[in-house]
């Protein structure tokens, strides 16, 4: 093949569906970023050793308490992490006396399983 045998034309590029490949749905956008936030509130090891932690416990909740002990961080810095796994939705938080206990929201980690595949 020389020079002049290559065409000046443009190509069209292929669409999903010129490939032969059936068209699939697109995430919307809000909801990718939602299941974003959720996995970010679960890409921290902290979190994931709290996780851990309640999830390992009866009736899968823990007090705050005993989270505190069992993490190489500050209790300030394991309140924080927990008010993160609250505000995603990941925990529920309740008081009784003065203490906080954690439990995991089981429709939630479903959703994360699910979307996981």
Request: glycine share 4%; aromatic share 4%.
């Amino acid at each position: 093949m020389n020079i002049t045998t290559l065409s000046t034309t443009p190509q069209r590029v292929p669409h999903v569906s010129d490939c032969g490949s059936p068209p699939v749905a697109t995430l919307e956008r809000e909801e990718a970023e939602r299941r974003a936030n959720l996995l970010k509130a679960l890409a921290d090891p902290v979190r994931l050793q709290l996780l851990s932690i309640i999830s390992a416990s009866p009736n899968q909740e823990a007090c705050v308490c005993d989270m505190t002990e069992a993490v190489p961080v500050s209790q300030p810095t394991v309140s924080h992490h927990l008010k993160t796994l609250v505000d995603a939705g990941i925990v529920t938080r309740e008081r009784r006396g003065t203490w906080a206990w954690f439990r995991l929201d089981t429709k939630t980690l479903e959703g994360i399983r699910a979307f996981l595949g």
